[in-house]
């Protein structure tokens, strides 16, 4: 199994950067696609990034391409998500999550684990 722990989140002003961090334990980090989401009040839950176990395959929502980059180091059992030129609508409770079947895929309902949350506050 794996465990979840995000950090790095906070209040940072619009054009700002960020960078979020996930720590997980269990021996199937390193086999396993770990995705971003992330949660605005009143919002339904929405995928943001994913890599798959070597980090060379990434995919993105349109709505932060170019601005994020998601990316892991097995040896660290880390994964994390760079976030450059942030804006308003950016600000959510982040999740990172992890899904053991080997495929990049941006439902929430193909993760089995998932972390307790960040907050990222972006202000205008």
């Known amino acids: 199994q794996v465990r979840l722990v995000e950090s790095g989140g906070g209040l940072v002003q619009a054009g700002g950067s960020l960078r979020l961090s996930c720590a997980a334990s269990?021996?199937?980090?390193?086999?396993?696609?770990m995705g971003w989401f992330r949660q605005a009040p009143g919002k339904e839950r929405e995928f943001v990034a994913a890599i798959n176990w070597s980090g060379g395959s990434t995919a993105y929502a349109d709505s932060v391409q170019g601005r994020f980059t998601i990316s892991r180091d097995n040896a660290k059992n880390t994964v994390y998500l760079q976030m450059n030129s942030l804006k308003p609508e950016d600000s959510a409770v982040y999740y990172c999550a992890a899904d053991a079947s080997g495929y990049l895929r941006r439902y929430d309902r193909a993760y089995e684990r998932w972390g307790q949350g960040t907050q990222v506050t972006v202000s205008s």
């Open positions: 269990g021996r199937t980090f390193s086999s396993a696609v």
